[in-house]
Structures are given as C-alpha cells and as structure tokens.
C-alpha cells in the first residue's frame, strides 16, 4: 500500500505543480507590454519573420524567406480573387443569399465566436449579399464566410491571384473552415483510434488533406456531414490542433509585403476596385481623409501573423509580420499585445527605430 501512497501523491504534486505554473505564467504575463514582442523578438530570432515596404524602399527584411502558416492572413488571397470576380462580372456583389446557406458552414466553436458577431453587429437578416459575406470573411474573420466565398469562386480564381501577384512561396489552398472536420473524418470514417489521429495528419501528404477538404466541404454543402460535425470534439487536443495548423496554407513575409504594396500602389487594382477593398478590409474612410489603411491577421495557437497596407500624406507602406511557436509558450500573451505592437510600428517612429536596432543587432551577430 506503501508504493501506490506514494504514486499517488507524487501524482498529486505533479498536478499541483502544473497549477501553479501555470497561474505563475499567467500572472507573470499580465504585466507584459508591446516592448516584451521585441524582446523575444531580440532572444528568439528564428521564431519570426518580417518584411517592411515604404515608399518603395524594402526597409526592414528579416527571415524574409521562412515560410510560416498564414492563418486568416491568407483571406487576403480570396478578397482579391472576389474583386477580381467582381470586376469580371463573375459574381454580382449585390447577389441576395439565403443565411441559411452560409450558417450550414458554420461549425460551433471554432472561430472566437467571428460568424455570430458579424451577424449581430452588421444586422444580417434572413438573406444577406455577396459582398457582405465577404466582409464577414474580412472584418470579422468567419470561417464559414470564407468557405462560401471559396466555394461561390471556385479555387482557379484564387489561385489566379497567387499567380497574377508572383506569390512565389505561396502553399496551395484549400477550404480551411472545412478541414476542421478532417479529424473526426479520420475518426468516423476511416476508424482512425483517436490516439493516432495527430500522427496521422501528421504523415498525410498534403495534396490528400487538401482533398479531404474539398470533399468535407463539399458533404457540408449536401448535408451530408453531420456525423462528422457531431465528433468536431476529434480536433481539440494540442497535439491535433498543432497539426492542422502546420497544414495551413503558408507563405513568406517577403510575399505578403509585395502583395500588400501592390494592392495599394500598383495598377493592377481599379479605383473602383480599391474602394471595394476599403469596405472589406479598410479601417478607414479614404473618401474623406484621402488616408488608407487595410488590415488582416490570423492567429491559431501557434501562429500569429499579420499583412497591411496604410498611405497617408508622408508615405506608403506595407508590412507583414508572423510569428510562429510552436511550443504555445508565447503565442497567448502576444495575441493581446499583437494589434498594439501593430499600431505602434505604424504610428510611432521611435517604436518603428527599436525594431530596426533589433534586427541590426541579430544580423551583426549573424555577420
């Protein structure tokens, strides 16, 4: 009785422990700042990637090249493809939909609650337009708003634009709200033991999860998915969570840059179609102020990433900036200091300078 007492209570301090590690963690990261993102930054200079475009000048390039999951960034790729659809007359961004429709993409828990907060802050009715699907998709980030996007263009006309903007590190798409399901699929389907499920994403070549995901969305679309909509729980361990999201189209920071400064500079994009991109991802009225700022970020548990494009009257600028942990260590705390760190880099060069002395220190330590 002795050994199993003293299994027992080491087991007991071992969960004690975890609890009081874990509230140490959380109290230690209430008191962190913007400043705390650049000092990771300055100790853990592989876990990001930078790039910097300002009136033409690439100003900041930092593992430029690593290419990271995109999370919702990658919604950028769709509202271009929509606006391009748009201009071709491919899609009438006045189209009337059925919310029903759009709702049967949405899967309970698993978007931050994006999808109810764009139907009740933007009034959606019974029917709701194209256009406004899509600012669901943008300003509010739904995952069932993308997938019907993705599925009202068809993936050609995403994969257009990847090709149109030279998006050359760019990972293929697939419908990302839908693949959600893989885990249960695995699970029901293919009586996957939960226990291997991880692994087994892990060891998917990627052309079949992206098939998988096709299909899911496409028996989500004929209702023909609920068993597996029922066994969504699959997905909800760590381990299958940092799975997926290693699956996620990824992509440089050196390419969402260019993207981003194309977007706003270039005249690949109509007038026209730039105040069309004001109403999706805009944050301000360009009409009236003749300033711009488009914005989009994506985060799981182990990425957070970031594109945009701001003009005013002393310069143009693009950025991007992702950072992947996949360990989860770190991605909590900087999530809520993420959109000031943003704010700052834009708005306070001072800020701006901290960042620029980092990465000269990282590169002199490099040399």
Not at 96 to 102: F, G, I, M, R, S
Not at 161 to 171: G, N, P, R
Not at 246 to 270: R, W
Not at 315 to 333: H, R
Request: hydrophobic residues 40%; neutral net charge; proline residues 2%.
């Amino acid at each position: 009785m002795n050994i199993y007492f003293t299994i027992l209570l080491g087991v007991l301090l071992l969960f004690i422990g975890f609890i009081l590690l874990g509230f140490f963690m959380k109290r230690k990261d209430i008191n962190k700042t913007k400043d705390d993102i650049i000092k990771l930054m300055e100790k853990n200079p592989e876990m990001w990637s930078m790039s910097v475009i300002q009136n033409d000048n690439e100003i900041i390039t930092y593992n430029k090249d690593k290419i990271i999951p995109l999370a919702s960034t990658v919604k950028i790729l769709y509202a271009v493809a929509f606006i391009n659809a748009v201009r071709n007359k491919f899609l009438n961004p006045d189209e009337l939909v059925p919310v029903k429709e759009v709702d049967s993409l949405y899967l309970k828990n698993t978007d931050g609650n994006a999808h109810n907060l764009w139907k009740e802050n933007e009034h959606i009715g019974s029917e709701v337009t194209l256009k406004e699907i899509a600012k669901g998709m943008m300003k509010y980030s739904s995952n069932a708003c993308t997938d019907f996007i993705y599925y009202r263009l068809g993936k050609d006309k995403i994969d257009a634009v990847i090709k149109e903007y030279s998006l050359l590190q760019q990972t293929e798409i697939y419908p990302i709200n839908s693949a959600i399901l893989i885990p249960s699929y695995l699970y029901i389907a293919e009586k996957v033991p939960k226990k291997n499920i991880a692994q087994t994403i892990k060891d998917m070549p990627i052309s079949h999860f992206n098939l998988l995901a096709t299909e899911l969305l496409n028996k989500i679309i004929k209702g023909e998915a609920n068993r597996f909509i029922e066994n969504l729980h699959m997905m909800s361990t760590m381990k299958v969570q940092r799975e997926l999201t290693k699956k996620l189209p990824a992509a440089s920071s050196s390419d969402y840059a260019k993207l981003m400064y194309q977007l706003g500079k270039s005249e690949k994009l109509t007038t026209v179609d730039k105040q069309l991109l004001d109403d999706l991802m805009g944050f301000t009225d360009y009409e009236k102020s003749g300033k711009r700022l488009w914005y989009k970020g994506g985060a799981t548990l182990f990425v957070l990433t970031s594109a945009g494009f701001r003009s005013n009257d002393s310069e143009n600028i693009s950025f991007s900036f992702f950072i992947e942990d996949m360990s989860a260590l770190e991605t909590i705390w900087i999530e809520k200091k993420y959109n000031e760190f943003i704010k700052a880099f834009l708005e306070d060069n001072l800020f701006r300078t901290k960042i620029l002395n980092v990465i000269d220190e990282i590169n002199n330590k490099n040399a």
